[in-house]
């Protein structure tokens, strides 16, 4: 297929690109950053140095001709959500790098006369807000909160696409991955026998293995029967202290120091939540579909993770 690729250029799209490429598709990789794959540039992977969220981009005749011979197009774009504190001016660059590329996408779509057959878009389980003892599936309605919020205005902001284009939605829970995402911030402190549970531990976590997340894409891409939403997540979500431990045990080292809420509320402030509260999001969509994952349970996911011929 010949993929249009947003937001795909940091760490899932480090593992994504070049498996879309071993299974034979050409892509053209929007992204704000010069060349990020530039080990990888040959015939079948161009990269945009161009910001998705900003009309004039939209407006570049290469832009547009990539659009126009798209089968599909992925959309992962957003800043990432808790790196930094969530000031006013944050807020907003969370918002409009997803809504209003989004929006651009879409509006750019529609003025086809054959727009791509299929976009995938990205979201989050932060969609359904938070609970200690909850369980969502993807009938569950969004949360209030601002995270919940965001997740809904980027969901229906992708359900503008054109009637002809297949829309497949992914609530993507914590990915899993050793150069990157919380599991690539906490393994050096692991590492160094300081790990343990974030805040209370009692939190859920819902998570996914990098490359069951790459194969999801692929396949929703290529499978017509995907259309809908679905929660991009593993079977059986975890209290934050059993992650500690499992990841512990991964590494053979001690998993008994607690990160207190307070030191993370005051560097992140309210992007704190992410980690301090969580949802126990069930994938009934996807069992449905059969999809299969290869990294269904966690401690192979970890064990796949923190080996040593990972990164």
Not at 13 to 21: D, K, N, T, Y
Not at 167 to 174: K, P, T
Not at 178 to 191: I, T
Request: aromatic content about 6%; glycine content about 10%; proline content about 6%.
């Amino acid at each position: 297929m010949r993929l249009l690729l947003l937001g795909c250029s940091g760490f899932v799209g480090r593992e994504l690109v070049p498996f879309l490429l071993d299974l034979g598709h050409t892509l053209t990789l929007v992204s704000r950053r010069s060349r990020p794959f530039s080990a990888l540039a040959g015939d079948r992977l161009v990269c945009l140095t161009l910001d998705p969220s900003d009309p004039a981009s939209w407006e570049q005749d290469s832009l547009q001709q990539a659009l126009a011979v798209a089968e599909g197009v992925v959309n992962l774009a957003g800043e990432p959500i808790a790196e930094r504190r969530w000031s006013p001016d944050q807020r907003q660059r969370l918002l409009a790098s997803r809504l209003d590329t989004t929006r651009l996408l879409v509006e750019a779509m529609a003025r086809l006369p054959k727009p791509p057959g299929v976009l995938v878009n990205g979201s989050a389980v932060g969609f359904y807000g938070s609970s200690a003892e909850a369980r969502f599936s993807e009938t569950a309605a969004a949360g209030e909160d601002f995270l919940g919020q965001l997740c809904r205005q980027w969901e229906l902001a992708a359900q503008g696409v054109p009637a002809a284009t297949r829309l497949v939605i992914l609530r993507i829970g914590i990915v899993l991955g050793p150069d990157g995402g919380a599991l690539g911030r906490m393994l050096p402190v692991f590492r160094a026998g300081f790990g343990g549970p974030v805040g209370s531990g009692r939190q859920w976590m819902s998570w996914i293995h990098r490359s069951d997340l790459c194969r999801l894409i692929a396949e929703a891409l290529q499978d017509n029967s995907y259309r809908g939403t679905y929660n991009a997540v593993a079977p059986e979500p975890i209290r934050m202290a059993n992650f500690a431990a499992a990841l512990g045990r991964s590494l053979g080292r001690p998993s008994l120091l607690p990160v207190p809420a307070a030191i993370l509320q005051l560097l992140l402030g309210d992007g704190a939540q992410v980690v301090l509260e969580g949802q126990q999001v069930i994938p009934e969509r996807l069992a449905a579909q059969g999809f299969r994952y290869d990294f269904a349970d966690l401690s192979a996911a970890l064990a796949a993770a923190t080996s040593p011929g990972t990164r």
